[in-house]
């Protein structure tokens, strides 16, 4: 399972990109996306290293009462069977 506190980067950017969002509030329906490499799984994920389990980009929006967050991955959800 994909934890904050192994250190991952994908974490720290998902905090970063809500953050920005949430400190721009001013600003509704403001967007912040950040791009991630493919297949850059951190070493302590044990599970199948497959492309519907990396994200590739991630988006948050906050609305002014809402966020939304989107991620794109590197290939269709639901193709690894053993998918989390």
Same mark, same amino acid.
């Given at each position: 399972? %994909?934890? %904050?506190?192994n250190g991952g980067r994908l974490a720290r950017r998902i905090l970063s990109c809500a953050l920005l969002v949430a400190g721009s509030t001013s600003a509704p329906a403001l967007a912040q996306a950040i791009s991630d490499p493919t297949?850059?799984?951190?070493?302590? !994920?044990t599970g199948p290293k497959n492309g519907d389990l990396d994200l590739t980009?991630?988006?948050?929006? !906050?609305?002014?009462?809402? !966020?939304?967050?989107?991620?794109?991955?590197a290939a269709a959800i639901g193709t690894t069977p053993t998918g989390l």
């Open positions: 399972m %994909y934890s %904050y506190s297949g850059d799984f951190i070493p302590s !994920f980009r991630i988006e948050a929006t !906050f609305d002014g009462a809402k !966020f939304r967050l989107d991620a794109t991955t």
